[in-house]
């Protein structure tokens, strides 16, 4: 899919590159911002530096970052993390001291994709995201995000199996700390794991209007490193 010199619509909160009436989000999860801006400034990060010149960045600030659960659901949805809870894997509700599960911030923040009944989407690896229910276009969660959990969700339901038919296994993020070798090996996988992150959306993202794609392996990156 090209980029071309479209009018972009540019957002508080997420990278949205138009074509025509598509458009591209990429969400890099936890990535360093310094650093990607400095590797894509000196040219080590080509590809970035093209989707930033033809598309629209910005950096979150605020007092939401203050954690990262949450933080996601927020930029997905518009809602505060004040209005979902999710500023914790199972934080209090408010004004009691009952545990709200994760899969509560679905009704009061769901996703803005949700809401784009008239095209056809693709999501994969939308961190923090869960399956649309009747949504135009294939989604794909858990493949790739961090942390690795232990099945992968999708929509269509056989969507998961036959990916990996296609295109191969998942590759799990390991985090633990560990020795140079072991760190070595799992810089190799989780690069391996991008390859094929990529080779996933583009299979996904043939006959659709837009499509958000996610990759965990920033975030995993940094813990193991």
Same mark, same amino acid.
């Given at each position: 899919?090209?980029?071309?010199?479209?009018?972009?619509? !540019?957002?508080?909160?997420?990278?949205?590159? #138009?074509?025509?009436?598509?458009?591209?989000?990429?969400?890099?999860?936890?990535?360093?911002?310094?650093?990607?801006?400095?590797?894509?400034? +000196?040219?080590?990060? *080509?590809?970035?530096?093209?989707?930033?010149?033809?598309?629209? %960045?910005?950096?979150?600030?605020?007092?939401?970052?203050?954690?990262?659960?949450?933080?996601?659901?927020?930029?997905?949805?518009?809602?505060?993390?004040?209005?979902?809870? $999710?500023?914790?894997? !199972?934080?209090?509700?408010?004004?009691?001291?009952?545990?709200?599960?994760?899969?509560?911030?679905?009704?009061?923040?769901?996703?803005?994709?949700?809401?784009?009944?008239?095209?056809?989407?693709?999501?994969?690896? #939308? *961190?923090?995201?869960?399956?649309? *229910?009747?949504? !135009?276009?294939?989604?794909?969660?858990?493949?790739?995000? %961090?942390?690795? *959990?232990?099945?992968?969700?999708? /929509?269509?339901?056989?969507?998961?199996? +036959?990916?990996?038919?296609?295109?191969?296994?998942?590759?799990?993020?390991? /985090?633990?700390?560990?020795? !140079?070798?072991?760190?070595?090996?799992?810089?190799?996988?989780?690069?391996?794991?991008?390859?094929?992150?990529?080779?996933?959306?583009?299979?996904?993202? /043939?006959?659709? +209007?837009?499509?958000?794609?996610?990759?965990? +392996?920033? %975030?995993?990156?940094? %813990? $193991?490193?």
């Amino acid at each position: 899919m090209s980029l071309d010199q479209e009018p972009y619509q !540019r957002t508080s909160r997420a990278i949205i590159y #138009a074509v025509r009436v598509k458009f591209l989000l990429v969400a890099l999860d936890s990535a360093d911002p310094d650093l990607l801006l400095q590797w894509s400034a +000196d040219g080590t990060l *080509p590809t970035l530096a093209t989707l930033r010149s033809r598309g629209a %960045h910005v950096r979150l600030t605020g007092a939401e970052t203050v954690s990262a659960h949450g933080v996601w659901t927020s930029i997905w949805s518009g809602v505060s993390l004040s209005r979902h809870g $999710r500023y914790l894997s !199972r934080p209090l509700r408010a004004g009691s001291y009952d545990l709200v599960t994760a899969d509560a911030a679905r009704d009061t923040a769901p996703p803005f994709w949700s809401e784009l009944t008239g095209q056809t989407i693709a999501i994969l690896d #939308a *961190p923090d995201a869960w399956p649309v *229910p009747g949504l !135009r276009g294939p989604q794909l969660l858990g493949w790739g995000s %961090h942390p690795s *959990p232990a099945v992968a969700r999708s /929509e269509p339901k056989g969507l998961a199996a +036959d990916i990996e038919q296609r295109l191969g296994p998942r590759v799990a993020s390991d /985090e633990t700390q560990g020795t !140079r070798t072991l760190d070595r090996r799992v810089l190799d996988e989780l690069l391996e794991r991008v390859r094929r992150q990529g080779r996933v959306a583009r299979h996904l993202l /043939e006959g659709c +209007d837009g499509a958000v794609i996610g990759f965990g +392996d920033t %975030h995993a990156a940094g %813990h $193991r490193f």
